[in-house]
Nanobody, 121 residues
């Protein structure tokens, strides 16, 4: 079992920035073997994909709604993945979830508990 713990959420004004972190743990698992992703769920809406990063960190993919504003990075020595969010908008308000996947495409195998991001106008 892989445990994922997110941190860094909070309240920020529109146009501001936040950086989310997600640290993985779990015996018998190698963090660098997983594709790491970020998803979010706004009130009354379904969970949506935000972005993902390949094992090596060289390949990334983003939802169109965040492209150019959000950046995913990872530090495999710290078992941590980051989501740098700039130019935040009120519509970015959501619970943000970290996820670990054994493949580039497909449903993640493991999920974190989520961290709340609220952007005020």
């Amino acid at each position: 079992q892989v445990q994922l713990v997110e941190s860094g959420g909070g309240l920020v004004q529109a146009g501001g920035s936040l950086r989310l972190s997600c640290t993985a743990s779990g015996s018998g698992h190698t963090f660098s073997n997983y594709v790491m992703g970020w998803y979010r769920q706004a009130p009354g809406k379904g969970r949506e994909f935000v972005g993902r990063i390949y094992w090596s960190g060289e390949n990334t993919a983003y939802a169109e709604s965040v492209k150019g504003r959000f950046t995913i990075s990872r530090d495999n020595t710290k078992n941590t993945v980051y989501l740098q969010m700039n130019s935040l908008k009120p519509e970015d308000t959501a619970v943000y979830y970290c996820a670990a996947s054994s493949s580039w495409i497909g449903t993640p195998n493991y999920w974190g508990q989520g961290t709340q991001v609220t952007v005020s106008s």
